[in-house]
């Protein structure tokens, strides 16, 4: 997706709330999307990133990475993790999963680009794991 994409999407951001490591932008009263920025513990054998790339999920630890959640509200009142871009169906289907093709570094360019895809979808109604 390139910056001018990205940034048409972004602009359907209403407003963001910053908690902690948390970032949190509404895109509107029924959608938003929530980014949590995390910290890898390189020196940790047992760390998750490790675990990943001896699973072959990975090529590479990153020193920080992006956990994305998203948040819809249907017309019913229900709430969905609907339109996430770092989530796909498992292998059997049963399941959401991590899709590895978009774990990110924590960088705002990274970060941006991950909100924007999620929008995307949002506006598009791609709904890879329902």
């Known amino acids: 997706m390139n910056k001018q994409t990205i940034n048409n999407y972004l602009s359907l951001v209403t407003s963001i709330e910053q908690k902690g490591t948390r970032t949190i932008y509404h895109v509107s009263d029924r959608f938003c999307v929530e980014v949590r920025k995390c910290c890898v513990n390189l020196k940790d054998k047992n760390n998750v990133m490790r675990l990943w790339k001896k699973a072959g999920y990975i090529s ?8 994305v959640e998203t948040f ?41 680009e991950l909100v924007a895809e999620c929008i995307r979808m949002r506006e598009m109604d791609i709904r890879p794991h329902t």
């Open 72 to 112: 819809f509200t249907d017309a019913s009142g229900n709430c969905w993790g609907w339109y996430n871009v770092t989530e796909k169906r498992s292998s059997d289907g049963k399941r959401r999963v991590i899709d590895f093709d978009y774990l990110r570094e924590a960088t705002e360019d990274n970060e941006k």
């Open 60 to 67: 590479e630890v990153l020193p920080s990475f992006l956990s």
